[in-house]
Structures are given as structure tokens and as C-alpha cells.
């Protein structure tokens, strides 16, 4: 049996790891929030005091975690699990940059480490429903090492490239996202001053051009849609907060090549207002309140 190592067991961590301990792997979990690992214990995992416990004597290492120096950290740090299992294979299915994304592919090469950077797409309805997308980066040798968990969380397996290639993928698809939901919002909170119902216009764009995957699953205006998290007092499917970080991560990647992304820079700017007012924790789709409080 694969004994697999799972690091960060937060709101998508923890559902990943989940579906890997229902197909029968065996799983050790470590995430600093006590609660957490509670709820991974009850799902059948084992849990671990430590990054280096987590790892140690695993074929395989998964992080799910929330900033580049995050993942440096445990991969590279004094505890640091590359300096623990040469030959193991490390799974990234954090949302970080690229360049610590080529670092740190560079550095398992190092330590005789087989790495993808493999960020998702879902939400964490497509985290339970092991439905999620992922975007690798890597070798294809390591893709093909790699499949049989990706295939276990995921649905949609996309080798976007070469080392940090998953991470560019996922960047340029998050800052689509937060752009089709503060132009959803736009419209909706327009619609309401000119006197058109919100249902009447949720029926229209998912019938029309207009249509896009923000509005038939996060629409954000309740009960559109019984699942969205606007019809559940905006509790998070993807939260505000974690939507400017990979806006952040999209701004910072264009300014390091140059390119000019008028809009994205817009959006990142109307987030940074919304999290820093004290709603980061809502789900990215009530920024529609920000918008119609404008």
C-alpha cells in the first residue's frame, strides 16, 4: 500500500486527503490547527506532530498550503522534508508563484526528488466531490508517477508544461474568475437600479452570451443557486481573502514580464478594499456587497 504524507489540511487540504483515505491509501496528515486534524482522525487519517513525522518513510508528499515561503519551509527548512526521503515523489497542489514554484523543482532535483506543481480549480465542492482540475507542471515521468493520486482528488488532468507551468496556468484561470465575478456583480447590482429582478437576469446570461462558470456556480446573489455560498450567508467555498492573494500573485507575475493587465490590476485594487474593510473571510462572490454599497 502507498503511504502518502498530506501537509495542510485546510479547507481544500482536508477533503483531498479525505478522498485519498477512501480509495484505500494510507494517509499521515499534519496541518498547526488542532481542530483540523480532529475532523482528519475521524476520516480515518493518521496524524502527524510535524512536517518531518508527516514525511518520514512516504513514497509520496503532498503539500496544499498557502504561500510559496509556506511550502519552501517545509520542503527546505531545518525540519524540511526534502532533506528526509530522496527518491519520494512531491505533489504541490498549493497556489503559489512560479519562481518559488522552479525553485523549489530545482531544489527536489537536488535531493533526488521527483516534483509536479499540480494547483487546483473547484472550490471546495469539487475538493469533496473529487471533481477538482489540475494543472501540472513537470515532467511527464513524473506526471505518469503521479497519476493514480491526481486522478483521486481530481477529474481534469491538464500537463500544462514544463517546472511552474501548473502555477501560470492557475494564475492567469484566477485572475479570469475574479474578473468574471466583479463583472457579474456589476451587472447585478445595475440590474437592480433599473428595475430588472435579479432571477430574470440570472435566467438570461446563463441563456445568453453572458453565461459563464462564476455565475452557475458563485452567483452572487442568494438563492440563484441553492449550492453557491451567496445562498448560505456567503460562508466560503473560496474565500475573498485567498482570491486577492492569487490576484496579488497574477500582479506580481505581470510586472515581473512586463506585461500590462489594466483590468486585473483594477480588480486586485477593489478585493484589497474589500478584505482589508474586514471581509476577507466571506466568499470571494460578496464583493457584489462592496460594489452595491459603491
Not at 535531493?111 to 501540472?136: N, W
Amino acid at each position: 500500500m502507498t503511504r502518502i504524507g498530506f501537509i495542510g489540511l485546510g479547507n481544500m487540504g482536508l477533503p483531498m486527503a479525505t478522498n485519498l483515505i477512501k480509495a484505500s491509501y494510507e494517509v499521515t496528515g499534519f496541518d498547526l490547527n488542532p481542530e483540523v486534524l480532529a475532523k482528519f482522525q475521524a476520516t480515518g487519517g493518521h496524524k502527524a506532530n510535524s512536517v518531518s513525522e508527516t514525511a518520514l518513510n512516504k513514497t509520496v508528499i503532498i503539500t496544499m498550503l498557502q504561500t510559496g515561503e509556506q511550502v519552501k519551509r517545509v520542503c527546505l527548512g531545518a525540519q524540511g522534508f526534502y532533506h528526509l526521503v530522496p527518491n519520494a515523489l512531491h505533489i504541490d497542489c498549493s497556489s503559489i508563484d512560479v519562481e518559488s514554484t522552479q525553485q523549489l523543482h530545482q531544489e527536489a532535483t537536488a535531493h533526488k526528488l521527483v516534483m509536479i506543481d499540480a494547483p487546483v480549480s473547484g472550490g471546495v465542492r469539487g475538493a469533496e466531490a473529487a471533481t477538482l482540475t489540475l494543472m501540472v507542471g513537470g515532467e511527464k515521468e513524473a506526471l505518469e508517477l503521479a497519476m493514480p493520486y491526481l486522478t483521486t482528488i481530481g477529474k481534469k488532468i491538464i500537463h500544462a508544461g514544463g517546472a511552474g507551468a501548473g502555477q501560470a496556468a492557475k494564475i492567469c484561470n484566477n485572475m479570469i474568475l475574479g474578473i468574471s465575478m466583479v463583472a457579474i456583480s456589476e451587472a447585478f447590482v445595475l440590474a437592480a437600479k433599473l428595475g430588472l429582478s435579479a432571477e430574470k437576469l440570472f435566467e438570461v446570461v446563463t441563456n445568453s452570451s453572458g453565461q459563464c462558470w462564476a455565475m452557475t456556480n458563485y452567483a452572487p446573489v442568494p438563492d440563484l443557486v441553492p449550492a453557491a455560498p451567496a445562498s448560505h450567508n456567503y460562508q466560503p467555498g473560496f474565500s475573498a481573502a485567498m482570491m486577492l492573494k492569487d490576484l496579488k500573485l497574477s500582479q506580481d507575475s505581470a510586472n515581473a514580464v512586463s506585461v500590462q493587465t489594466p483590468i486585473g490590476q483594477q480588480v486586485t485594487q477593489l478585493y484589497q478594499r474589500f478584505v482589508q474593510a474586514g471581509d476577507g473571510g466571506l466568499d470571494f462572490s460578496a464583493i457584489i456587497k462592496s460594489l452595491a454599497a459603491d
